[in-house]
């Protein structure tokens, strides 16, 4: 059974918006440290943003103002709102829990955004 599923990606022009999300099960996700990351073609993957227990928020520079992430305790999901998009956020989203070094990852979604 999955531990971290996400959702929500898609295609989308230049300068419109997306939210992913992603769900986990109730035994990581109180105690997850919960990230976001991407990995474009040819590029290796890197953190988007990520999220603590408490909620404080941790951003990529070339995110910062248009992407906020977000976590749902009761829901034990967190989410990822994209705004502005650009053609350079076009990647495979990956949402991660990690607790205490160990990660669990998800399938991971795709995000295209047409100039």
């Known amino acids: 059974q999955a531990q971290v599923v996400e959702s929500g990606g898609g295609l989308v022009q230049a300068g419109e918006s997306l939210r992913l999300s992603c769900a986990a099960s109730r035994s990581i996700f109180g105690l997850a440290v919960m990230g976001w990351y991407r990995q474009a073609p040819g590029k290796q993957r890197e953190l988007v943003a990520d999220?603590?227990?408490?909620?404080?928020?941790n951003y990529a520079d070339s995110v910062k103002g248009r992407f906020t992430i977000s976590r749902d305790n009761a829901k034990n999901t967190v989410y990822l709102q994209m705004n502005s998009l650009k053609p350079e956020d076009t990647a495979v989203y990956s949402c991660?829990?990690?607790?205490?070094?160990?990660?669990?990852w998800g399938q991971g979604t795709q995000v295209t955004v047409s100039s």
């Open positions: 999220i603590t227990r408490t909620g404080s928020t």
């Open positions: 991660n829990a990690n607790v205490l070094g160990r990660n669990d």
